[in-house]
């Protein structure tokens, strides 16, 4: 028997029969199991879950079809990859999954920094979390991990690790990566310095939960979406399907929740809702800063954006280079002397290797010779003590004024 799915024509397995109810095409097992294949019948010939179809078991409970389509191409066929288990290719979570994920974070997401893994330093319990990580705002960010094909009660495991850590204080967060790295406090210090986007007195006690496992349960899935939705948790959920092919094992990676396309438009939102209580936790706010640089006016610049064009309007007047430094924590500043074609940046990378040029100013087009100056990227609660520093240090040679926007503020 064929069943026929929008545009889609193919074989139904033995035991199956065609079931439509007008809202859904389904194909029903004839047996007392009572598990039914199912996609929306638009009606309209198109077939909107392109092929990937769910199973509703006896409990009700929704789960991915393991038919997840993966094809390989030749000029000849695509023929299908068929899907395997960790379990059964012996790919371990700890040892092998959790390994991996560990070197390569960016696989989840290009904000992630891996602090430690295996993090327990928690009073009167035995738990630990798989990896703990920071992002570019300073959260920090709880990272599980299952093999398994329902993610077992990880949502609720992971929301005790969150609470517990966010307790950590960023001294501590210090001494986590050092201690992990096998690294010096100050270098530590600097690494996370460097990697967060504006200085942080102290560490938010937002923490944001990711969570990898071979597939989701219906019961984990509505938690996450439900807690996203109503109580403004940042949970995201990532499917990791093994697949054989020959002597390779391939695994695909697909965010759940939130979908891809949706993530930019629900941190916006979230960050809407929950601006009022985010400053309050997090001790930060949004200030937005007018200037006057010369004759030139800039209305509504963030602190970063206000303290890096005073810098570049300075130099530019004739300010002397130690003059500039002396107000911006000239002993964070880094001399580098790029090669004939070699970008700053590159002559970053190869000068500090230790350090991440990621968050610093490469730009400035601060020169000396064949020197070219780079700082930290500057803002935070130092942003009025910089601006008033470099207005003293351009007096004769260029007017800085600054005063609060009425854009932005603090919520």
Same mark, same amino acid.
């Given at each position: 028997?064929?069943?026929?799915?929008?545009?889609?024509?193919?074989?139904?397995?033995?035991?199956?029969?065609?079931?439509?109810?007008?809202?859904?095409?389904?194909?029903? !097992?004839?047996?007392? /199991?009572?598990?039914?294949?199912?996609?929306?019948?638009?009606?309209?010939?198109?077939?909107?879950?392109?092929?990937?179809?769910? /199973?509703?078991?006896?409990?009700?409970?929704?789960?991915?079809?393991?038919?997840? @389509?993966?094809?390989?191409?030749?000029? %000849?066929?695509?023929? @299908?990859?068929?899907?395997?288990? =960790?379990?059964?290719?012996?790919? /371990?979570?700890?040892?092998?999954?959790?390994?991996?994920?560990?070197?390569?974070?960016?696989?989840?997401?290009? #904000?992630?920094?891996?602090?430690?893994?295996?993090?327990?330093?928690?009073?009167?319990?035995?738990?630990?979390?798989?990896?703990?990580?920071?992002?570019?705002? &300073?959260?920090?960010?709880?990272?599980?991990?299952?093999?398994?094909?329902?993610?077992?009660?990880?949502?609720?495991?992971?929301?005790?690790? %969150?609470?517990?850590?966010?307790?950590?204080?960023?001294?501590?967060?210090?001494?986590?990566?050092?201690?992990?790295?096998?690294?010096?406090?100050?270098?530590?210090?600097?690494?996370?310095?460097?990697?967060?986007?504006?200085?942080?007195?102290?560490?938010?006690?937002?923490? +944001?939960?990711?969570?990898?496992?071979?597939?989701?349960?219906?019961?984990?899935?509505?938690?996450?979406?439900?807690?996203?939705?109503?109580?403004?948790?940042?949970?995201?959920?990532?499917?990791?399907?093994?697949? +054989?092919? &020959?002597?390779?094992?391939?695994?695909?990676?697909?965010?759940?929740?939130?979908? @891809?396309?949706?993530?930019? =438009?629900?941190?916006?939102? !979230?960050?809407?809702?929950?601006?009022?209580?985010?400053? +309050?936790?997090?001790?930060?706010?949004?200030?937005?800063? #007018?200037?006057?640089?010369?004759?030139?006016?800039?209305? %509504?610049?963030?602190?970063?954006?206000?303290?890096?064009?005073?810098?570049?309007?300075?130099?530019?007047?004739?300010?002397?280079?130690?003059?500039?430094?002396?107000?911006?924590?000239?002993?964070?500043?880094?001399?580098?002397? @790029?090669?004939?074609?070699?970008?700053?940046? #590159?002559?970053?990378?190869?000068?500090?290797?230790?350090?991440?040029?990621?968050?610093?100013?490469?730009?400035?087009?601060?020169?000396?010779?064949?020197?070219?100056?780079?700082?930290? +990227?500057?803002?935070?609660?130092?942003?009025?003590?910089?601006?008033?520093?470099?207005?003293?240090?351009?007096?004769?040679?260029? /007017?800085?004024?600054?005063?609060?926007? #009425?854009?932005?503020?603090?919520?």
């Amino acid at each position: 028997m064929a069943a026929t799915h929008g545009a889609r024509t193919r074989q139904l397995a033995a035991g199956w029969s065609l079931v439509r109810s007008g809202v859904e095409v389904c194909e029903e !097992r004839v047996d007392t /199991r009572k598990e039914y294949m199912c996609i929306p019948d638009l009606g309209d010939g198109t077939d909107p879950l392109s092929g990937v179809s769910t /199973r509703v078991g006896p409990e009700g409970l929704v789960q991915q079809n393991d038919d997840v @389509p993966l094809y390989r191409y030749s000029s %000849a066929s695509l023929a @299908p990859v068929p899907r395997t288990t =960790f379990g059964s290719e012996q790919i /371990r979570e700890r040892q092998d999954l959790q390994r991996l994920l560990l070197n390569d974070l960016s696989i989840l997401g290009d #904000d992630l920094l891996a602090i430690t893994e295996e993090y327990g330093a928690f009073k009167d319990s035995s738990r630990r979390i798989d990896i703990l990580a920071l992002d570019r705002r &300073g959260n920090l960010v709880v990272i599980e991990l299952k093999r398994t094909d329902d993610g077992g009660h990880m949502d609720l495991q992971s929301l005790r690790y %969150a609470a517990m850590v966010s307790t950590m204080t960023l001294d501590h967060l210090v001494e986590t990566y050092a201690e992990a790295r096998h690294v010096e406090l100050e270098q530590a210090k600097l690494k996370l310095t460097d990697w967060i986007e504006e200085p942080l007195e102290e560490l938010p006690n937002r923490v +944001r939960i990711i969570l990898v496992s071979a597939d989701f349960s219906t019961e984990v899935t509505s938690t996450v979406l439900w807690l996203n939705d109503n109580y403004g948790t940042d949970i995201a959920c990532f499917r990791l399907s093994p697949y +054989r092919l &020959g002597d390779e094992l391939l695994v695909d990676l697909q965010q759940l929740i939130p979908l @891809p396309e949706a993530t930019d =438009f629900q941190i916006q939102q !979230r960050r809407k809702v929950t601006a009022t209580a985010a400053n +309050r936790e997090s001790g930060r706010d949004f200030t937005r800063y #007018d200037l006057v640089l010369g004759d030139e006016i800039i209305t %509504a610049s963030s602190k970063q954006g206000a303290v890096k064009l005073a810098i570049i309007a300075a130099h530019r007047a004739g300010v002397d280079i130690d003059s500039i430094r002396a107000a911006t924590r000239g002993h964070r500043w880094n001399a580098v002397h @790029p090669r004939a074609g070699e970008s700053v940046q #590159d002559a970053f990378v190869r000068e500090y290797p230790d350090s991440s040029p990621g968050h610093r100013w490469l730009d400035l087009e601060v020169r000396e010779g064949d020197i070219a100056w780079t700082t930290p +990227r500057w803002g935070g609660p130092d942003t009025e003590t910089m601006l008033d520093a470099l207005a003293r240090a351009s007096r004769g040679k260029l /007017r800085i004024e600054w005063s609060k926007s #009425d854009v932005g503020g603090r919520a």
